[in-house]
């Protein structure tokens, strides 16, 4: 699957796959001198993490182990409602864990930052964030992101993980869809 194949749906491809390569190289090899050795749990937050975490989690050399979390947040559309819910909770205990979480993006941060206060409740030893992708709107946010891959435009992108209407999230890059597709 490359840009060619997603013909009239794409407006443009705004990170490459050997990009995204790139950086996640250089961001397993910031996470690997961090930890020192260190146990990780990496918790995913389905479904748009998926990638981000098969990538990631393959360039680390520290010992990890991976859970998954499903929350709600943006349903279909493109905006987000501000209202987390938890569809799919840890099967791990967090009692002293090094936490880390695998985000895709944050846009406004409500997600994540609802998410870390949860986390941090159940009593680990630290939670730290990366995460692929982030737009502007998240610096209003006050939610310390140790790990940041790209900080983006605030358009909305799909690709890598990433879906409009559970579509496009196969595609190895991350692209901008044209405005036809989305109604705009
Ligand atoms: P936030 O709560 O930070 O506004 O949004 C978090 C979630 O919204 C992300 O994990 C992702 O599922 C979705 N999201 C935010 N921005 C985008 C975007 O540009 N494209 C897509 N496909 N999803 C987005
Ligand atoms: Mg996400
Ligand atoms: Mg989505």
Redesign the pocket.
């Known amino acids: 699957m490359d840009a060619e194949d997603m013909g009239a749906d794409l407006e443009k491809v705004l990170l490459s796959q050997e990009q995204i390569d790139t950086r996640l190289t250089e961001m397993a090899a910031e996470i690997d001198a961090d930890y020192a050795g260190r146990d990780v749990l990496l918790v995913g937050?389905l479904r748009?993490a998926v990638m981000v975490m098969a990538d990631l989690s393959r360039k680390l050399h520290s010992p990890v182990q991976m859970d998954w979390m499903a929350v709600s947040?943006?349903g279909s559309g493109t905006k987000?409602s501000g209202v987390v819910r938890i569809l799919k909770d840890l099967d791990t205990d967090l009692t002293g864990r090094d936490v880390l979480i695998v985000?895709?993006?944050?846009?406004?941060?409500?997600?994540?930052s609802w998410l870390v206060g949860n986390l941090r409740s159940r009593g680990p030893a630290s939670v730290e964030i990366a995460t692929l992708l982030r737009?502007p709107e998240?610096a209003k946010v006050a939610v310390d992101v140790r790990y940041v891959g790209f900080d983006i435009p605030p358009e909305?992108?799909?690709g890598y993980g990433?879906?409009?209407g559970e579509q496009y999230r196969h595609l190895p890059f991350v692209g901008t869809l044209a405005p036809h597709v989305y109604g705009g």
Not at 103 to 112: A, F, H, P, R, V
């Open positions: 937050v748009g947040s943006y987000s985000e895709d993006i944050i846009d406004s941060g409500l997600t994540l737009k998240a909305f992108v799909v990433l879906d409009y």
